[in-house]
């Protein structure tokens, strides 16, 4: 009788144990990926061949071009290859949405690089097929079940055929740590270094092989620090991420 109790405890223990894991997948962070998605070979295998020889590519003629995506953006919207990230709508501070953090700071950056003479591209969670751009910034803002969790983070793609995008972080880091003052948060996951828009060979809607990219957590949301500076000074980030880009842009064209 005792060996029989134990038993259906330790069964009922077990069950909730694969339970809990199953269904722990963290609301915060880059858009979280089905299971495959971890997998080293895509499931949805799609050579670089479909971009055409890229040993020949050469940019678009025309000024120079940013995409700033506002991470999660009418992500209602998105296309059917991604619909699991439809209903991601990440963190939030009392009721503002991180896209509405990370849209002040677009804007922002926006008016301040087409002041330079850049072109700039406010892009929701739905970026055009095959998107060219001399550098790519995703946007978001993070969250944590702890308010004291702070910092921010800067990742390149897993899959850089550019060359260029570490250089694009490293510079980004670098201003954005001096200029806003947010400690460097180490977690860098395999969400940002995977983020879908970097994905290339797995959807259509994501950016072009040879766009240099990368994605910028701002800060976390649920820290109450770093959230009002977020929310109530935005220009800081903004000025951070104008220095970085154009640094890196100036590099390219010498
Ligand atoms: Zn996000």
Known sequence: MKILIFLT???ITAISVVFILQNNK?????????????????????GIEKFGDLRNWK????PMRVGLQVGHLKNSELPDELENLRGNSGASNRGVAEWEVTMEIALITQKLLEEEGYVVDILPATVPVAYVADAFVALHADGSTSSQTEGFKVAAPRRDYTGKSSELATLLESQYKSQVGFPIDLNITRNMTGYYAFSWW?????????????I???GFLTNPTEARLLINNPELP???IVDGVTEFLNLQSK
């Open 9 to 11: 405890l330790f069964i």
């Open 26 to 46: 963290s609301p915060y962070g880059a858009p979280p990926y089905s299971e495959e998605d971890f997998r080293e070979t895509p499931i949805y295998p799609r």
């Open 59 to 62: 940019r678009p003629d025309g």
């Open 202 to 214: 797995r959807y259509d809607h994501s950016i072009h092989p040879m766009t240099p990219a990368v």
């Open 216 to 218: 910028l957590e701002t």
């Open 238 to 240: 903004a000025l951070a």
